[in-house]
């Protein structure tokens, strides 16, 4: 029997990024706020460059991931822009520049592995269980229960299979299919 994948309700989403508040902790809800809205997996997200989805004058409208089947694009939607609005902001804060090529997501402390101030998928893992922590949610959530989410939420609002793998990057939809539970109708 295949197993639940957990997603979190539209009251659970809002009671997490709900769960803390303070300036870090509002860039920290923004974070989740982009993966909710995107459904990037937590190495994706890590590696974006602020290039990827701002011009230099405002934020764009759709993101290009690359992936194992070339370049996907994913749509912005209002909350994901308004939350790239955000981390930007807490950047500026921080005295770093707005560079193209700088990190989209700044960390306060210097990254021990390659001597920049990217964000680690760990750290956004910790962010993820403190909020939930927060929240008082009674089950794991993880930043891949924010990506199953968003997939879920794309299947509830009519989305295909179809469009659901490549808004996902899945290489087959049988995987999209195997994952979520529609049936094949592609």
Do not use: C
């Not at 822009?81 to 997501?105: H, K, N, Q, W």
Request: hydrophobic fraction near 40%; charged fraction near 25%; aromatic fraction near 4%.
């Amino acid at each position: 029997m295949k197993r639940a994948i957990p997603v979190l309700s539209t009251e659970q989403a809002a009671t997490l990024l709900q769960g803390a508040w303070g300036r870090s902790q509002d860039r920290d809800r923004q974070m989740l706020t982009f993966i909710l809205h995107t459904g990037l997996k937590i190495n994706e997200f890590v590696k974006l460059n602020i290039g990827d989805v701002y011009s230099g004058t405002r934020v764009r409208k759709t993101l290009i991931v690359p992936g194992a089947r070339g370049l996907r694009r994913v749509p912005l939607d209002r909350p994901a822009r308004e939350a790239i609005a955000v981390m930007l902001d807490f950047t500026r804060g921080l005295g770093m520049p707005i560079s193209l090529e700088a990190p989209l997501v700044a960390s306060r402390q210097r990254n021990k592995k390659d001597n920049s101030y990217r964000i680690t998928a760990r750290q956004v893992q910790r962010i993820v269980k403190t909020l939930r922590e927060d929240a008082a949610l009674q089950f794991k959530t993880t930043p891949q229960t924010l990506r199953h989410t968003y997939a879920h939420d794309l299947l509830e609002h009519g989305a295909d299979l179809r469009t659901l793998q490549k808004r996902l990057g899945h290489r087959s939809l049988k995987t999209t299919r195997d994952l979520y539970g529609a049936p094949l109708s592609a």
